[in-house]
């Protein structure tokens, strides 16, 4: 218990509360940067353009299917090497947004593809656009049913942020590795308190996300 | 960049190897464990509903790494050897079943209550109707989804690197950290990965299109 009151001074809590934040500002960019990414190549994938749906479709499976660790690794240790220098931050955050946007286009794709075809037709034939009827009649009604899916991989993106340690991302468990390599009884105070911050960012989300889920019940 | 893989060839066997091992032992573990804590999370007693909902949430709800991290640095201080395998590998069954419950109990609830109590009325106890009744059905719903989760398993079990649990992603950095050739090698890691994900992704999607007809 001792070693738990001495783990959890200010300076130590102090420090981790910045890792949390370089985990949070981290994730928000991610989550909105990814989720353009994502809408635009769902909606490609779902219009069906002649060569590029199927190339757009082919991409993002390819990254859907690899690890985020490689990707991350990919971002950090190889663009240097195609000449383009990047930091730990935008390192992370361009994997980050590459793979998340890529799971993200999937989940548009299948949420579009969800509402019933007669919705752009009739609005179609009542003199809309197709980008009209796309914004007006049919993504407000695919977003509404993408909710519970979107925000499960925005958890699963705030999660993910961790993996970013390995290339010394200064977030929220590098931050506790410093102070337990600095005193090694730390190792289980340290653990449980990022387990608990981890924890009260995701299940905050969750809990958004079923309330959005309730909240704009249709029907 | 074949030279890479050749030269190379037996540390991305074993990488490719304890990845294949890796998955497909978390998968089994995380599937019982998954489908035990689904059912406690439908059962009628309210607190064993409440224990399986705090499993489930407090394992959904902390990075993979977290608790892989936990398996390896803390448990072997305190209680028992564990190599970085091992540990990756209950961290990732731990991790796994807890999204596996939530969908297995996703898939119980879409059973209408009318076969529970059909099967109850019939003489069944609770145990045996969930048994002979609402899993065998639920189960059916739930494969696509399952598999997805499979997939996303394949690709976690790359946490293994952080705790050399000499898998694809470990030996990856090894190879690109001794060979310099970074891109090539991530490139030859990727294949190996997506010769395992994609066909199943691909799989499930026509089996999800087969279902949905």
């Known amino acids: ?58 991409v993002i499976d390819i990254i859907r299917n690899l690890p985020l660790l490689l990707i991350i690794f990919f971002t950090y240790f190889g663009l240097p090497e195609l000449g383009i220098v990047t930091n730990q931050t935008a390192a992370s ?28 037709e009739g609005a179609r034939s009542n003199g809309m656009t197709f980008g009209q009827a796309m914004y007006h009649v049919v993504m407000p009604q695919a977003l509404h049913n993408m909710i519970p899916a979107l925000l499960s991989q925005f958890v699963s993106l705030v999660k993910d942020t961790s993996l970013a340690t390995i290339i010394v991302l200064p977030e929220l468990l590098y931050h506790a590795q410093i102070i337990y390599s600095q005193n090694t009884t730390y190792i289980i105070p340290m653990y449980v308190i990022i387990a608990v911050m981890y924890f009260i960012v995701c299940f905050c989300l969750s809990m958004f996300a079923s309330y959005l889920q309730k909240r704009f019940k249709m029907d | 960049m074949w030279s890479i893989l050749t030269n190379n060839w037996s540390s991305f066997l074993t990488g490719f190897w304890n ?32 224990i399986a909902h705090i499993y489930i949430e407090v394992f959904r709800n902390i990075p993979l790494l977290v608790i892989v991290m936990i398996f390896y640095l803390i448990v072997p201080r305190f209680f028992f050897k564990l190599s970085g395998f091992q540990s990756g590998t209950i961290g990732l069954t731990l ?102 994900t994609l066909p199943l992704s691909y799989y499930l999607r026509h089996l999800e299109k087969k279902l949905a007809n």
């Open chain 2, 95 to 196: 991790y796994t079943s807890a999204f596996i419950a939530e969908t297995v109990r996703s898939g119980i609830n879409s059973i209408g209550e009318g076969q529970m109590e059909g099967a109850r009325s019939n003489g069944m106890t609770y145990i045996q109707a969930m048994r002979y009744v609402i899993l065998p059905q639920a189960m059916k719903i739930v494969i696509p989804p399952l598999g997805n989760q499979f997939v996303n398993l394949i690709k976690n079990s790359s946490v293994l690197a952080f705790v050399a649990g000499f898998d694809l992603m470990y030996q990856a950095q090894l190879i690109a950290f001794a060979s310099f050739q970074t891109i090539d090698t991530y490139i030859v890691v990727g294949l190996f990965y997506l010769v395992l």
């Open chain 2, 19 to 50: 990845t294949i091992l890796c998955s497909v032992i978390a998968l089994i573990f995380s599937l019982i464990l998954g489908i035990f804590f689904a059912m406690l999370e439908v059962a009628p007693p309210k607190f064993v509903r409440i």
């Open chain 1, 93 to 120: 955050i361009i994997a980050l947004v590459i793979f998340e946007g890529a799971m993200l286009a999937e989940i548009v794709r299948s949420g579009i593809s969800s509402i019933d075809p007669g919705q752009m």
């Open chain 1, 1 to 58: 218990m001792e070693t738990f009151i001495h783990a959890y001074s200010w300076v130590d809590i102090h420090f981790l509360l910045q890792g949390l934040w370089v985990t949070i500002y981290v994730s928000l960019i991610s989550i909105i940067l990814s989720f353009v990414l994502g809408l635009i190549f769902g909606l490609l994938r779902y219009m069906k353009i002649k060569y590029v749906s199927a190339i757009v479709g082919f």
